[in-house]
């Protein structure tokens, strides 16, 4: 589920991406058993343009509140490399795993468009991971 306030969009070249934290459950404690805090977060790409794009990689940052980074600069998302046909849409969940109970999230995804040779990134909206809010982050203390 959504964490609806703290929901952020943004639109580049008429894509869309929006963004946020999501619940978590008890099965994501397996997922990262090292760190202290596990965050949830959720993108959506929307291809509001008029010609089919491709999404072929990402670079975003999650920073936490001692300024460590968790980074993921890498192709595709999770092996896929998903193509959109215009008024289509791609959406990704993941976990993060921090040592502190917030956080900032940005970059971009970098996206082909059909009519041209060079991919361009999209810029993600940032956001703050974290909250009071129960399940928001799991605490493995």
């Given at each position: 589920m959504i964490i609806e306030d703290n929901f952020v969009s943004s639109a580049t070249d008429d894509i869309v991406i929006s963004a946020g934290t999501v619940e978590l459950d008890e099965s994501d404690r397996e997922t990262v058993k090292t760190a202290k805090y596990v965050y949830g977060y959720y993108l959506c790409i929307e291809n509001n343009s008029s010609e089919k794009i491709q999404l072929i990689g990402k670079n975003w940052n999650?920073?936490?509140?001692?300024?460590?980074?968790?980074?993921?600069?890498?192709?595709?998302?999770?092996?896929?490399?998903?193509?959109?046909?215009?008024?289509?849409?791609?959406?990704?969940?993941?976990?993060?795993?921090?040592?502190?109970?917030?956080?900032?999230?940005?970059?971009?995804?970098?996206?082909?468009?059909?009519?041209?040779?060079k991919s361009k990134d999209i810029k993600i909206p940032t956001f703050i991971i974290g909250s009071n809010k129960k399940n928001t982050f799991l605490n493995f203390n």
């Open positions: 999650i920073t936490d509140s001692k300024g460590h980074i968790f980074c993921d600069n890498s192709q595709g998302f999770k092996g896929e490399i998903p193509t959109l046909e215009p008024g289509e849409y791609f959406e990704f969940t993941s976990v993060a795993p921090l040592n502190t109970p917030s956080a900032v999230f940005y970059g971009s995804c970098k996206v082909l468009k059909e009519s041209a040779s």
